[in-house]
Antibody, heavy 120, light 108 residues
Framework: QVQLVQSGAEVKKPGASVKVSCKSSGFTFTALSVIHWVRQAPGQRPEWMGWINGGNGNTKYSQKFQGTVIVSTDPSANTVYMELSSLRSEDTAIYYC????????????WGQGTKVIVSS | SYGLTQPPSVSVSPGQTASITCSGD??????VCWYQQKPGQSPVLVIF???KRPSGIPERFSGSSSGNTATLTIIGTQAMDEADYYC???????????FGTGTKVTVL
């Protein structure tokens, strides 16, 4: 079954960092595999954070997250990682990885989501 | 920054037509897609490239876009269509992806 499988929920203290993984199942990362990270705070709309080319590691981040997010990849493991640092309570959200294989700026496959709670 | 605005809620009777609008500057010049999200679930793409349906999405879902407005239409709405719906477009100015404010569809 073709899917994206994410790591489990995390609880972090303010100021800490969190690293979430996203592993592809049923397909292999290539230079054409662009994986995005999108987060959704409780009751809010989704918010795009950035993307990575799963094959060559090229990245692009939303201006909002420049300097606080790092997205990386391990092509041999078909896994992409998203690390968010200097966590604040406002970073409490569900974090999703998603793939765009349509070529039309649409996310046609989503991971199951990873809940990150930031609380002292 | 680029913004997309949707009505907060739409109510529809079973079997009737639900229309959800998404407004943004020159939205018709961009590719628009729509997601359905049910409580506790990941979003599901229901329309991309303004009007195309991914494999597995029922024909009752359709999309259109012109001028500053894109519209998602659900013809013959079913109880299972009750969900939040988000439009999304790509902002070439910032090379970023923008989501709409979201619309809760209630099937009464």
């Amino acid at each position: 079954q073709v899917q994206l499988v994410q790591s489990g929920a995390e609880v972090k203290k303010p100021g800490a960092s969190v690293k979430v993984s996203c592993k592809s199942s049923g397909f292999t990362f290539t230079a054409l595999s662009v994986i995005h990270w999108v987060r959704q705070a409780p009751g809010q709309r989704p918010e795009w954070m950035g993307w990575i080319n799963g094959g060559n590691g090229n990245t692009k981040y939303s201006q909002k997250f420049q300097g606080t997010v790092i997205v990386s990849t391990d092509p041999s493991a078909n896994t992409v990682y998203m690390e968010l640092s200097s966590l604040r309570s406002e970073d409490t959200a569900i974090y999703y990885c998603a793939r765009d294989s349509s070529g039309y700026y649409a996310f046609d496959m989503w991971g199951q989501g990873t809940k990150v709670i930031v609380s002292s | 920054s680029y913004g997309l605005t949707q009505p907060p809620s739409v109510s529809v009777s079973p079997g009737q037509t639900a229309s959800i609008t998404c407004s943004g500057d020159k939205l018709g010049d961009r590719y628009v897609c729509w997601y359905q999200q049910k409580p506790g679930q990941s979003p599901v793409l229901v329309i991309f490239q303004d009007r195309k349906r991914p494999s597995g999405i029922p024909e009752r879902f359709s999309g259109s876009s012109s001028g500053n407005t894109a519209t998602l239409t659900i013809i013959g709405t079913q109880a299972m269509d009750e969900a939040d719906y988000y439009c999304q477009a790509w902002d070439s100015t910032t090379a970023s992806y923008v989501f709409g404010t979201g619309t809760k569809v209630t099937v009464l």
